[in-house]
């Protein structure tokens, strides 16, 4: 029992790790992918717009 519960501990951590900074890059990827730049330009204006 003791050697199962810390294989499916060390388990979960890992996949946790690795799910975490997979999702993390995979936000930075979509962030500052090129043809995402004109999107994020316009909404970073938005605030300062007058209308």
Not at 21 to 47: H, K, M, Q
Request: hydrophobic share 45%.
């Amino acid at each position: 029992m003791d050697s199962t519960y810390h294989w499916l501990a060390g388990f979960a951590q890992s996949a946790g790790l690795l799910y975490f900074v997979g999702t993390f890059l995979a936000i930075c990827l979509y962030a500052l992918w090129p043809s995402n730049r004109a999107r994020f330009d316009e909404a970073a204006r938005t605030p300062l717009r007058e209308d």
